[in-house]
């Protein structure tokens, strides 16, 4: 019996490899480095994210599959690096005074950044269920140890106890769900074969329809979507705030980006039945995290809310199944990206000294004493609500046109009632930075360089997508380009 | 070439912002000087665009048409007929009076106070200007922002926030069910002609079934109405401009609640009109409601601010009971009518905030006999008040009479219900007018109030100026605004005709 080796190129994962180097690279360097000598780790792991940008330019346009066949090379994965490594480099910049505030500013941590950096790519490229399996794991693993990164903080314990407990249950239920469909396609979980050797045989429906259920249950825990958002707000007040951060955006976009490429490229044939189901998130996770937020007086806690009602819009582009919902997913993400970690930089900001400042009350008189501050807080705000001229407004728009292209009427008008629900809890931090005076003393906000920049940029950022939305547009569409179904 | 004098009106603005936010923000004078500059250019940039105007053709003028997002047919469209421009006049006009009635109520965050005015009047020519659905919502929205701000920061500091959460949550509700009208209408629009835009101009002339006509009369119906504000959802107003500080309320009053107006007459009416005139009755009568049910409420007001607003859903109720007529001079005497109310609300809003920068209280009972001690401002308030009732001679009148007279072509009774609403508007006018003004002093601390600086006296000036121009001499502005209104009343006519049989086709569905 002889093996041949498939031809490969390295180039085509070339991010990867990029990424992978540079978490090894850390690690070994942490180690040998003499205990209290601090080496800059965090300009390491930038280091290293910005050729993985550059090479993923490199890549764009080209289109196939290598490894055989388990990768594929295309925009679409191509589009979602880029978030990734986006969310990344901002969540490197906002960690290292926090995390030095606690004395936490280890390498290891930015080495699990990149390394669940690098899940997520295994998941947007994954032509395989395994592939993305893998990617998942590679990515949760991570995610599971940043969650409790603060040993001796109780909460962060909970959380990452929490998470994992949780998330092992759904990956099982996202591998039992591919088990089905392995049995049910005759063997192949190439996301190419799947539509139609699905379709071959009547007789295996029942059993395609439990899979692909189950795939909805492991990908809608991952991305928060209601009910299996339990998990998220324990988990995202727990966690130390940049890997909140970095959880809401990045995750969440990782298992979008898996979610929509099976779904749009496996399973179009059953479109019918798994849109149903979809529907039923959407408006459930839209609905809960939004109600659930008002409520919230922690800030992180209220962002953590108001990161599942996000989950229901994007769940909202998939059922609309057309180009135009793939499309504004992509958009809406990289805007979330954007506003989400922008509002919690702000909140890192004002939070300091081991996060003090947490409740939303401390945010009152912020528009007096920290006008600029309180300004691109206002702004972040305002963009996730949805209003105009910000990305938030556009990629909404792109979602709401996607449901009602694709005949969701209804679908649309409950995820705009929802916005107005949202608008009351993000207008509540504006009317506390405006309209109330201060009621517990802030003190000096020290503006780091790093977090400052941050802020600045994605604020800078949320605005110009949002005034010129075309160049992304474009962008995006081209992306999307390679679902046939759609 | 032409200049783009739209784009620099909606842009001038944005860029008098950038000149504040280097200003000293101690330096509150240098601050108010610099705002009062930018908006009196803004208002000389203004002018060419009235006495360019060709009241000739309805067809939109200074078009500028640029593309924004054209895979997606959104572009940056905008253009002026006879009835934005009345209404950008009156922006560009009334701004650099707020400006000047800031100058002693404003003193605290001057610098964010301007900003936001500036934000604003930028976001209100906007509005007006825009012929493209996806450009109007931007602004639409982008306006809400300011307007927030201005009630919930610089607002009686009892209930602003309040207030001010109410102001923009109303108006969301309203403008987000009006997005996804647009959207669907953008898919209509695409599917039965295969290009996919948002040119308001091309929207006009597509055929929409009734079924749909009547939802997407509703969803775009239910901003504006919220905006005008008719009742029943008039509750927003009230309390936005009873707690919002002088300069918000007289813009609220005399720019934002026409935009309510304007949506109807510019989107509404003439992208559904079969629907329009199936509505007809339901919109007449809640306008009739709005204008007795206003009037009967201001009656019993304690506070001046509030008895104000109230009047305004009154005075609005004519508006769109005018629009509603589709005659010739029901709708010129509802455009006019919203330039009389801007004019003669906005100068009672201020002439309550300079009474209160004297008093700090707003309460009628306070008052009485200002005529002793401030003989002036008498006048002045004598002038606005009468203006606002409707007295031949002043601005009013114009526009009630026409409106009337409108309305009685078509229905009678409407015509005798609205009637009414006039006389009762002489009742609590009146009423208030002569309990705060003449008598004797009875209250010690009105004695020795000073009257009217000549800075006042100049901020009324011009007002009372338009106000008896229209007055007296209504066609200047009435000319402006004929073709659009011939052209307007055309569409909706030739509308009337296919109406009949397409209501009974939606009859027997709903069957």
Redesign the interface.
Known sequence: MTFTIPSFHLSSIGPWLTLTVTAILILVLDALSPKGRKVCFSWLALAGLAPAAFQTIGLWGSTGTDFARMVYIDDFANFFYLIFILGAALTVLISRQYLEDYGKNMGEYYALIIFATVGMMLMAAGSHLIMIFLGLEIMSIAVYVLAGLFREDLRSNEAALKYLILGSFSSAFLLFGMAMLYGASGGTLFLNDLPLRLGADPAMAPLVLLGVGLLIVGFGFKVAAAPFHMWTPDVYEGAPTSVTAFMAVAVKAAAFAAFARVFFLAFPAIKVDWNMVLWVLAVATMTIGNVAAISQTNIKRMLAYSSIAPAGYLLMAMVAANQLGAMSLLYYLLAYTLMNLGAFGVVILVGRKKDSYLNIYDYSGLGAAHPVLAASMALFMFALAGIPPTAGFVGKFYIFSAAIQAGYIWLAIIGVMNSLVSVFYYLRITVLMYMKPAEADLGPVVFSPALTAVVALTAAGVLAIGIFPGCLYNLAMNAVKIFPGL | MQLPILSILIFLPIVGIGILLILDRKHHKGLKYATLAISLVEFLVSLPLWFNFNSQTAAMQFVEHRE?????GISYYVGIDGFSLLLIMLTTFLTPLCVLATWDDIQH?VK?FMVCLLALMSGMIGVFVSLDLFLF??FW??M??PM??LI??WGNPAR??YA??KF??FT??GS??M??AI??L??HYGKTTGTYTFDLLKMYGVSIPFNMQFWMFLAFGLAFAIKVPMFPFHTWLPDAHTEAPTVGSVILAAVLLKMGTYGFLRFNMPMFPEAAHYFVPLFSILALIGIVYGALVSMMQKDLKRLIAFSSVSHLGFVMLGLFTFTMPGVQGGIIQMINHGLSTGALFLIVGMIYERRHTRMISEFGGLCTPMPVFAIIFMIVTLSSIGLPGLNGFVGEFLILLGTFQVNKLYATIAATGVIFAACYMLWMFQRVVFFKVTNDKNKDLKDLSWREIAIFAPLILFIVWIGVYPSTFLDKTKASTENFLAMMAKAKSTQVSQSHVFKGEAQ
């Open positions: 924004w997002l054209p895979t997606y965050r964010e919502y931007v929205e982008v809400l922002i927030y701000l919930g920061v602003r926030v001010a959460i923009f949550l969301m509700f987000l069910l997005l996804v959207l669907v953008y898919f």
